[in-house]
């Protein structure tokens, strides 16, 4: 029970940190209110650890209030087309009761579905790293890993707002893109975004669950995934229709096993851009160190990049080290340790057999904010 708890706090300390904006309010509260009521731990311990308890507790209760509409707990639920309700004085009241009254409800729910949290936002973190080479115009193909219903495999479809302190502003896409992902840049650097994106000539992904939108409820289920913020609601179903629109090629299977033949199929020319975001950090160690070696394996034959976006491993305050292998610095030990969980934005890149590792960033688990690093703050990831 205690790790349940714990495993709550870190996630509102993640999503809802010092500072947020208001419209993130709703999202701490209902992790909070898991961490601070016995009884509703009690609950979210009946489920696997490897299904991640408070994330698959708080879906499960967003799917039933989006469902039934209880008086008055959904009116501090955010509507498409709307602005962030303000947080009822009585939520916590009444978000237990609920939770409680549906218990069994809510029971059934998380022993059938996993979490599955569609998080399209952190596709600017990913066109972040790609920098200079995506105005290169060197074709990509890209394959994502954890794609659950494909929306990252979309990346080139989207419109990217880097905005920085000040009145800096950078952007990359298509002016008229159906979803624009706006970016706060924090810190003093500013990240070489590309003002062009590369085009996407392949694009595959791999889970071991892959997800069809054309599934009505399939789609209410990763709606109830998203933390229930206006901006991260908006940009799920603005993303899931651009999806719905372009089919592409997703793999069921796991990512070490069918990866190898994924890759060998890609013809020479395209740089083979491998992403990911919150995905690794619930590997193994023994299953992390195989999908390492695998894209070693690659990279010494062909170009090459892994980008990832997860946090330091293993998740929370005990972490050491970064998915991509590199030791985590210390000022982000320090900071992972204080903060709660954040993503590490990391990349491999392998050019005629030469391999070379970056830290380049952290940021905000939905990707509403990105700090790039300090040499000083990644210079043991080098």
Aim: aromatic share 6%; hydrophobic share 45%.
């Amino acid at each position: 029970m205690e790790v349940v708890r714990e495993e709550a706090a870190t996630v509102a300390a993640a999503w809802s940190p010092r500072g947020a904006p208001d419209t993130w309010r709703l999202t701490a509260a209902q992790f909070d209110a898991l961490h601070d009521d016995a009884e509703l731990v009690a609950i979210a311990s009946t489920i696997a650890p490897d299904r991640l308890p408070p994330l698959l507790f708080t879906a499960a209760a967003n799917s039933l209030v989006l469902r039934l509409e209880p008086r008055p707990l959904r009116d501090s639920f955010p509507r498409l087309g709307q602005p962030q309700p303000p947080l009822d004085r009585h939520f916590r009241r009444d978000y237990r009761a609920f939770c409680l009254d549906h218990r069994d409800q809510l029971l059934e729910l998380c022993a059938c579905h996993r979490y599955q949290m569609n998080e399209v936002g952190r596709c600017a973190h990913i066109v972040a790293a790609l920098g200079p080479e995506a105005e290169e115009e060197r074709e990509l193909a890209l394959i994502d890993v954890g794609t659950g219903a494909g929306l990252g495999l979309h990346l080139d479809r989207y419109r990217y707002v880097f905005r920085g302190p000040g009145p800096s502003l950078a952007s990359a896409g298509g002016a008229g893109s159906e979803l624009t992902l706006a970016v706060d840049i924090r810190g003093t650097r500013t990240p070489p975004a590309p003002s062009a994106l590369p085009r996407v000539v392949e694009r595959v992904g791999v889970d071991i669950e892959p997800l069809d939108l054309d599934d009505a409820g399939v789609r209410a289920w990763l709606a109830a995934c998203v933390p229930q913020e206006i901006g991260a609601v908006t940009r799920f179903h603005a993303a899931a229709q651009v999806t719905i629109e372009h089919p592409a090629r997703r793999v069921r299977g796991d990512a070490s096993e069918v990866l190898p033949e994924i890759l060998a199929a890609i013809p020479d020319g395209p740089l083979v851009c491998v992403v990911d975001s919150y995905v690794h950090v619930f590997f193994e160690p023994d299953e992390l160190a195989r999908f390492r070696a695998i894209v070693d394996g690659v990279g010494a034959e062909r170009d090459l990049d892994w980008i990832s976006i997860d946090p330091l491993v293993p998740m929370g305050r005990a972490a050491t080290s970064t998915v991509i292998g590199t030791p985590a610095p210390t000022p982000l030990l320090e900071r992972n340790r204080s903060e709660g969980v954040f993503g590490v934005l990391a990349k491999l890149a392998y050019r005629r057999g030469r391999r070379s590792a970056a830290l380049l960033a952290i940021g905000h688990p939905s990707g509403v904010w990105l700090e790039w690093l300090a040499p000083s703050q990644a210079e043991r990831g080098r």
